[in-house]
């Protein structure tokens, strides 16, 4: 299982996630990118780019809010209430809070564009860690649902249910979330044809899946 994005919103975030200029400082444009989107910091990409705080933070909360459709998809569920949506958004910024990286290296291109950036990325566990305890529940959960024990919920109220025991089991476990050892990926910065710099989707699909990585077999009900 691995996040996957709408593209109407990535498509937000490509254009959003630009800067331009002379000597441009790839590692710091970078780790301003990771900032905002996890750590929910927009100083530095608010320098690099001048948009504005509130351009920033829809951004980013558009962003979020796909995370966590793409956080129900992994688990087989369609949409639950939005105070459900509005938990897993609260789990996923506690996560994304704790997320570890750091620019380890630059390489420059031949042509004088912009440096592909090595990005070191320690990822978060709480998925991989929990999985069998996930596993159970989702069995539990199929069991009951053969025997029709909630056939007087509504749709939202039945993926409510279901969502709400995967939450907890990982609610319950953010206070012990191991690390994963280090893992690196090329940053390529790519000049678009206005001249600015950006992030391409496929880059910033690959730095999710690796910050927080879903174990290879499937978990859905």
């Given at each position: 299982?691995?996040?996957?994005?709408?593209?109407?919103?990535?498509?937000?975030?490509?254009?959003?996630?630009?800067?331009?200029?002379?000597?441009?400082?790839?590692?710091?444009?970078?780790?301003?990118?990771?900032?905002?989107?996890?750590?929910?910091?927009?100083?530095?990409?608010?320098?690099?780019?001048?948009?504005?705080?509130?351009?920033?933070?829809?951004?980013?909360?558009?962003?979020?809010?796909?995370?966590?459709?793409?956080?129900?998809?992994?688990?087989?569920?369609?949409?639950?209430?939005?105070?459900?949506?509005?938990?897993?958004?609260?789990?996923?910024?506690?996560?994304?809070?704790?997320?570890?990286?750091?620019?380890?290296?630059?390489?420059?291109?031949?042509?004088?564009?912009?440096?592909?950036?090595?990005?070191?990325?320690?990822?978060?566990?709480?998925?991989?860690?929990?999985?069998?305890?996930?596993?159970?529940?989702?069995?539990?959960?199929?069991?009951?649902?053969?025997?029709?024990?909630?056939?007087?919920?509504?749709?939202?109220?039945?993926?409510?249910?279901?969502?709400?025991?995967?939450?907890?089991?990982?609610?319950?476990?953010?206070?012990?979330?191991?690390?994963?050892?280090?893992?690196?990926?090329?940053?390529?910065?790519?000049?678009?044809s206005d001249g600015l710099y950006t992030i391409s989707e496929d880059t910033?699909?690959?730095?999710?899946?690796?910050?927080?990585?879903?174990?290879?077999?499937?978990?859905?009900?």
């Open positions: 299982m691995k996040f996957k994005y709408s593209l109407p919103c990535l498509l937000l975030l490509v254009v959003m996630l630009t800067g331009c200029g002379r000597n441009f400082d790839s590692s710091g444009y970078v780790t301003s990118i990771m900032d905002t989107l996890y750590k929910g910091d927009y100083t530095s990409y608010m320098d690099f780019t001048g948009v504005s705080r509130s351009d920033v933070s829809l951004y980013r909360d558009q962003w979020l809010t796909s995370s966590a459709e793409a956080f129900m998809t992994a688990f087989g569920a369609g949409t639950p209430s939005e105070e459900t949506t509005d938990r897993i958004i609260a789990l996923l910024t506690q996560l994304y809070a704790n997320a570890s990286y750091e620019v380890t290296a630059e390489t420059p291109a031949s042509d004088g564009s912009p440096k592909t950036v090595q990005l070191s990325i320690r990822p978060l566990n709480i998925l991989k860690d929990n999985y069998d305890a996930i596993q159970i529940y989702v069995h539990s959960f199929n069991e009951k649902n053969a025997d029709f024990s909630y056939a007087d919920l509504t749709e939202e109220a039945y993926y409510d249910t279901y969502l709400d025991g995967i939450l907890t089991i990982l609610e319950s476990h953010l206070a012990d979330m191991t690390f994963g050892e280090a893992t690196t990926l090329d940053i390529p910065l790519e000049k678009n910033l699909t690959a730095i999710q899946n690796t910050l927080l990585p879903w174990p290879e077999t499937d978990t859905q009900q």
